[in-house]
């Protein structure tokens, strides 16, 4: 659920900052907007927002294609492992220790291998850091050798993997996590069919430019995500009408930032947006191959 303090409180930096550097202008207007939209009172804040002067600094190619390096202090970092880590919590994962497997890309200035890599070293897991690879035969050598239980995966990647060929390959295997997307229809059908013994849930939905967006919401569903407390996520209809509730492109703003680049930005995901009495937001994620 949207945090009003959070909100109100980046809302006031950015207008304060607005009269005198023009990067804030935009943010402001979308911020008070979201404000009015929740019915919240648009009283300035007394709270400053203060990031921590560490940082990680990825490099994302974004919707445009354009090369852009960001900056993620390490206080979002650190919200992004603790939404990690109460992901696992809510799945139950945590009573016990585990061997994972990250099959994610880790490549150069990403953020998602780092804080997957972060979320289960913090929970004490033993971890195989394999990084992008989607060869299925490579991933079951390292999973049999190493007693693997978890592996978290790009939900693109599931199809390549879990082929027929490889049934028998991931007998040890009982947990899959995705992550970035949600994986396609026949993905989920194969795995089912012929690897039984695994479990397929949502790890976090997230993207590397803004990092965590959502936790998968209770229920058998797969595609359903309760929005984090610290980001503020709009929808932009096919007409271009940008609201809190309805169907179109995801729209996602990180709260309590002093970084206007990362208000309102396209991280490339459609979905169904609602938005709740109280700012709870719910997001259930489209598909981007609909087999």
């Not at 994610?104 to 291998?113: E, I």
Request: proline share 4%; charged share 20%.
């Amino acid at each position: 659920m949207v945090n009003h303090r959070i909100l109100i409180d980046t809302a006031t930096l950015y207008s304060r900052r607005a009269k005198n550097d023009n990067r804030y202008v935009f943010p402001s207007k979308v911020l008070n907007c979201a404000i009015r939209q929740l019915g919240l009172t648009e009283e300035s804040s007394s709270t400053e927002i203060s990031n921590s002067d560490q940082f990680v600094v990825i490099r994302t190619q974004g919707i445009s294609g354009e090369p852009e390096l960001i900056r993620h202090p390490l206080d979002l970092v650190d919200k992004g492992v603790a939404a990690g880590v109460e992901a696992l919590r809510n799945r139950g994962m945590l009573d016990t220790a585990h061997t994972c497997l990250i099959a994610v890309p880790r490549g150069s200035l990403t953020c998602t291998f780092t804080l997957v890599y972060e979320v289960v070293r913090q929970c004490g897991w033993s971890v195989l850091p394999l990084g992008g690879s989607v060869d299925g035969q490579d991933i079951s050598q390292l999973c049999n050798a190493y007693d693997v239980d978890t592996i978290v995966i790009a939900a693109d990647a599931l199809d390549s993997v879990f082929t027929a060929n490889m049934v028998g390959q991931f007998d040890d295997v009982r947990s899959l996590l995705y992550i970035s997307g949600i994986p396609s229809q026949k993905a989920l059908d194969t795995i089912k069919a012929q690897f039984p013994q695994l479990e397929v849930h949502p790890f976090l939905y997230l993207s590397d430019v803004t990092g965590p967006i959502g936790l998968s919401a209770q229920g058998d569903g797969n595609d359903e995500f309760d929005v984090l407390e610290n980001v503020l996520v709009e929808v932009e209809s096919a007409e271009g009408k940008i609201t809190l509730n309805g169907s179109g492109r995801l729209l996602v703003s990180v709260l309590g930032l002093e970084q206007p680049t990362l208000i309102r930005r396209d991280i490339g995901d459609f979905g169904v947006l609602t938005t709740c009495d109280g700012g709870r937001q719910v997001v259930r994620l489209h598909r981007r191959n609909p087999l």
